[in-house]
């Protein structure tokens, strides 16, 4: 069981930058690969960024490549998303997630087995 916390959302203006920090309290987290999703009101939970448990490898969401970047440190059992240029369609409340394996599924909702509780990023216009 890997329980896993967020922090760091918030309100920010349209072109600003926000950290987000996902936390387990396990030393099993680093074993995992830490993924970040997204949901906006009335849509589906979407991919955002994964890397893997050494940190040596990211995949990105084209709406957020150039603009977000994923990073993680294992001694802190922790992975961060640095989300930078924030657009008003980044609006969302962002969840991290984590998963034993770094494959094919790595880009979908199943492809995960533990989530934190979710935290919210408001962007405005």
């Known amino acids: 069981q890997v329980q896993l916390v967020e922090s760091g959302g918030g309100l920010v203006q349209a072109g600003g930058s926000l950290r987000l920090s996902c936390a387990a309290p396990?030393?099993?987290?680093?074993?995992?690969?830490g993924g970040w999703f997204r949901q906006a009101p009335g849509k589906e939970r979407e991919f955002v960024a994964v890397?893997?448990?050494?940190?040596?490898?990211?995949d990105y969401a084209d709406s957020v490549k150039g603009r977000f970047s994923i990073s993680r440190d294992n001694a802190k059992n922790t992975v961060y998303l640095q989300m930078n240029s924030l657009k008003p369609e980044d609006t969302a409340v962002y969840y991290c997630a984590a998963t034993v394996a770094y494959g094919s599924n790595r880009f979908r909702v199943s492809g995960y087995d533990y989530w934190g509780q979710g935290t919210q990023v408001t962007v405005s216009s």
């Open positions: 890397i893997s448990w050494s940190g040596g490898r990211t």
């Open positions: 396990e030393r099993t987290f680093s074993a995992y690969a």
